[in-house]
């Protein structure tokens, strides 16, 4: 049962060949005989069963939608009544919210019972999931290699198959990295599809919750619970809802994949870009051409976000300062002391780096040469995808530029982890949807990612793209050997 | 343009981190490679580009003058690290 | 030798919505702590701002009737600071692009006459919490019931020369915030407030440094601290020493400021536009809109007083200087004649001014309506009652029994004006004051004066005094 797609799970659901109760038994009993991933930080088997027995009573009065009954796990960034919420933070140790995140209501709403609450990097900032103070998450592939991050629990979780779906966020690549680290399906959403109400802010101009699925399909059956205007947000787009699997079918006949020249340079991978350029000739089989574009300051977009996102992220990150909520220090002078104390103990070396990196860039007599010259920066590479969905629909290419790599290999240098976001961080800039899903296996039997781009708006087509692809590849299918038991 | 370690003690104070003599020193390596990264924005021709905000265009949203939302204390401050009569209690606030 | 006073005032209007700035918390004041503190006030993690539309709409008014430029687009920007108070770690306010720049307000002043001040900007922002610092055990307390509630901050430019005129333009903003609907401008709740910034430089001169007096909350306070700090700037000068910038606090019970915090440590904000607003655009349709719904202001409305009724530009201005007071007085004298109109506007501005004053009650709250009022003035104008009667009238209608026609009538008190009637009292009292009228006749002007006491006695008061006088004079040859 737990290798079926969310769709087949759903289907089983509505043809009572289980009950949500026992599919919920079913999930925690693996996340139980896989702790050792660390992918989880709170699991409460009560609050989970409750929750299946209302799906289950749902789908017996009849009004249950495809995803009533089928579990989710959630990314520690979305606040959550009923389980801790931490950001993977000691910070926020404990901290219970009195709301639920818009994208958790949502979900909860069309029926998808929670599992639980995922590990990532400390307030999502990360590629290695390295940084959570609550420890690492293993790739399930190869427990000596790094899941990949932020969204490193809810990438491991799906991967294990310990959960069918894990929301994630992503600001600079925290959904497509870790996807492809751990050889599963990612996506994220334009920007303002989703609601930022109730995830816990890092970049807020970036930021962006998406889902982790095996498959294409799964995650445009979860958008289409998960996304949606809303008023609580005012970066929410205002738009008409819509079928995101409404394209799954689409042959990619005749589709333009523009293959940009800058994302194949230097640095790339020989594995990764053997894995990446077959994935490219199966499109091209299926009747799709590639179209050489360029992307000429693509490679800018690293300086561009480590001044906006510490910026924002230095602002987004006052709010804690031990007065309301949070980690206050035991010990402490006058009441400046206590802010600095449980600020210093509060936040790992991570979010103080990135604290400290944005008060710089916004202090007086720095702000033009640094925030504002970034922002202009960050148009002109914006522009540059326009430029370039002139001459395709679809933009592909490698996520990262190696497989996984390995714990501690890029820890100790900042500069050499930001690196791994080369890829990822454009689109993000942009705020234009991406995805990455499976396309073979490189060094050591790590997995390889597609990064996949669309325009603005333009998901179900991304998500039918991928799905094509799906249909005529099982790398989505498989299962690293740990998690076949 | 190197940062200095006052520099570094300057920021740490403004964005309140307590930060030690060794601390600076270190974080101030690590950010001089952050920075060094960065740097390369400046060689960027940007005249007559607009600095982007939002990855979307587009107005504020505006919400009707209605008084909706009834807070429900305990809730909310049920997370305080210290609290008494419903208020959230710091050290002494001097002014 | 002279020196030259200049002052700049930034005043803080806390904007009369039903909702806070970015929650839909209540702005009403004097709820327990924190239970007017929504998710979004208290900052707790994953909340998110949206701009509330009445906010917004103030703000118009205000550069409307100020005669400023109202920006089609403007910034909402994060001031970063840590305050206990202060729960996001930063205020969301406006700093590049405000919604409202230039615009003046014209105020009297003792030495100058009328001079216009001119506004360098208004801007929307959001209000901090309060600290408690009663004692808990060492510690103080933090009520966020106020944050997030919206403020209005005006900046004048520096053009006040003299505490004087820094308060008439205090007060003719005041004024302005409550005849425009825009704030409830009570300064006991903080609803405004002023921050002063004073220097002192010798005529001719460039600037002096100046200091900021921070949070006058009353125009005594405001005058009183300006005063004082004019007189130690100067002293200090004289004394050959020099001013430092510095943000100072009064302290009412001493009459004297003291250094809050010096420039050297003033914060660096580290403002940047606030990535979770987008920026505020406001449609000509919508200015329109609020242009439509505008009242007339109060020089206008001072400006028909004197049109319509005939008032002089004191008794119009007194009649202005609020909008209940101004529209109580219209309902009055509304269709009336100059005679009623002129009687209207010194029965509000004495008796029933003097009457709302003693009971500490506003216009809206008074226990004569203007229909009532008109109907005394009325009964005044066509010689029904004097004005000592009238007095009568008035309290007794202050009590709450009826207009003034069924007190007249109930108490008997309709003057006597029939020459008949009075011709026959008159005979009475002549027959009866035989030494008096010799008197009179002996040239003992005095003895006059107290037969018509007599004749207003026998008629209880009720006879015409100037007609009881022409008969009498008649009547005695």
Redesign the interface.
Known sequence: MFEKSVADLGRALAAKQVSAVELAKLYLERIERHKQLNAFLDVRPDVTLAQARDADARIARGDATPLTGVPVAHKDI??TRDFA?T?SSRM?KG?M???D?TVVEKLGLAGMVTLGKLNCDEFAMGSSNENSYYGNVLNPWDKTAVPGGSSGGSAAAVAARIAPAATATDTGGSIREPAAFSGITGIKPTYGRAS??????F???LDQAGIMTASAEDAALIFNGMLGFD?????SVDRAGEDYTRSLNHSVKGLRIGVPKEFFGEGLQPDVEKAVREALAEYVRQGAVLVDISLPNAALGIPVYYVIAP??C??N?????G???GHRAAHYGD??DM?KKSRAEGFGPEPRRRILIG?YV???GY?DAY?IQAQKVRRIIADEFQQAFRQCDIIAGPVTTSVAFGFGEKAADPVAMYLSDLYTIPGSLAGIPGMSIPCGFGAKNRPVGLQLMSNYFEEAKLLGVAHQYQQATDWHMRLPPGAKS | MPLTSSDVKRIAH?A?IEITEAETEHTLGQLNGIFKLIEQLQSVDTTGIEPM??PLG??????????????D?DA??KNAP?S??????????I? | MNWEVVIGLETHAQLS???KIF??????FGA????????I????????????????ERAIRFGLAIGATINR?SI?A?K?Y?Y??L????QISQFEIPVVQGGKIAIVSPTRGEIAIQLTRAHLEEDAGK???ED?H???????NRAGTPLLEIVSEPEMSSADEAVAYAKALHSLVRWIDICDGNMQEGSFRCDANVSVRRPGAPLGTRREIKNLNSFRFLQQAIEYEIKWQIETLEDGGKIQQATV?FDPDSGQTRV?RLKEDAH?Y????D???????LSDEWLEEVQAHMPLLQEEVSGKFMNEYDLTPYQARTLTSSRELAEYFESAARDSDSKVAQLCANWISGNLSAQLNEEDLDISQSRISAVQLRGLAERIADGTISGKMAKEVFDVMWAGEGSADEIIERKGLKQISDAGAIGKIVDTVIAANAQQVADYKAGKEKAFNSLVGQVMKASQGKANPGQVNEILKKKLG
């Open positions: 979305f606040v919420s950001a926020l901290y919210s009195p709301f995140a930022r109400w109730g995830m816990i802010a970049a807020s101009s008023p609580k947000d005012s970066t910026a924002e230095s602002s990150l006052s709010r804690f300062d007065v309301r909520y009441l400046d802010i008060a916004l202090s007086h702000y925030y | 403004l309140r905000s939002h587009g107005g504020q949203r505006l919400r009707e003058d209605v008084a909706i939302d009834h807070p204390r909310i401050m210290a008494q009569d419903g208020l959230f209690l710091v050290p002494r606030v002014e | 919505t039903q909702s929650s839909g918390a209540s702005t009403a327990a702590p924190n239970t007017q503190a929504s998710v006030d208290v900052a707790l993690p994953g909340s998110l701002p949206v701009l509330n539309k009445g906010a917004v687009r909402f994060r970063n840590f206990p108070d729960p996001k770690g930063y600290s408690l610092h808990f060492g510690m103080s307390g933090i009520d966020l606090l809050m660096d580290r403002y940047f536009p990535p979770d607003l987008l920026p505020l655009e």
